[in-house]
Structures are given as C-alpha cells and as structure tokens.
C-alpha cells in the first residue's frame, strides 16, 4: 500500500499557533457561523403537494432533484425515505420552488 505524503509547514504551523495565543488573550475574536437545524423528513403526503405545487410530473420533479424517477415515486407512495441532503433539497422546494426551476 502506497502511502500519500502529507505535506506540512513549519510557518504555517506557528502562524496557527499564534492565532490560537491571540485568541486566547481576546486580541481577536474569530466569526462563528450559526447552521440551521438539520432538515425534517417530509412524508410521502408533503411530498406530493411540493411536487404537485410546482407543477411538474414525477419525471420532471425527479430531474430537477437529481434523483432516479423510481425514487422520486418510491418517496411519494411511502417506499423509502428521502436521505438528508434530498430532505434539504425538498425544504427549499417547498419554500422556494423558483430557485430550483428557474435558469439563467
């Protein structure tokens, strides 16, 4: 088995360490990001209504998630679950059906 160097900085690592000590004494703050709460499961029912909301077929509705037509129909006859980034994409769906549909 080959192994992959890793490549490492002397200055990089003391540069780190130097913010981590500014830090530390308050003479910089560092930006925090605040995530938003991980996306619920939609049933097979919600989906149906994003779906029929936007006005597209399951074929279609299937493309522009990025998902087999199969999986698309399997999430609306309660088959199988959306996985977490699908959930995500069903959430900006329902909100803003425009920001899927819409091409520049």
Do not use: Y
């Not at 780190?16 to 995530?35: C, P, V």
């Not at 199969?70 to 609306?76: F, Q, R, S, V």
């Amino acid at each position: 088995m080959k192994r992959k160097e890793i490549p490492f900085s002397c200055d990089k690592l003391l540069e780190a360490l130097d913010e981590t000590l500014a830090f530390a004494q308050g003479k910089i703050t560092l930006r925090t990001t605040t995530l938003p709460p991980p996306a619920k499961n939609a049933t097979p029912v919600q989906i149906a209504h994003i779906r029929r909301r936007m006005n597209v077929s399951q074929s279609h509705f299937a493309k522009i998630l990025n998902v087999s037509q199969i999986t698309a129909k399997n999430w609306e006859n309660g088959r199988s679950k959306p996985s977490g980034p699908a959930r995500r994409l069903l959430e900006i769906a329902e909100s803003h059906p425009h920001v899927l549909t819409t091409t520049e």
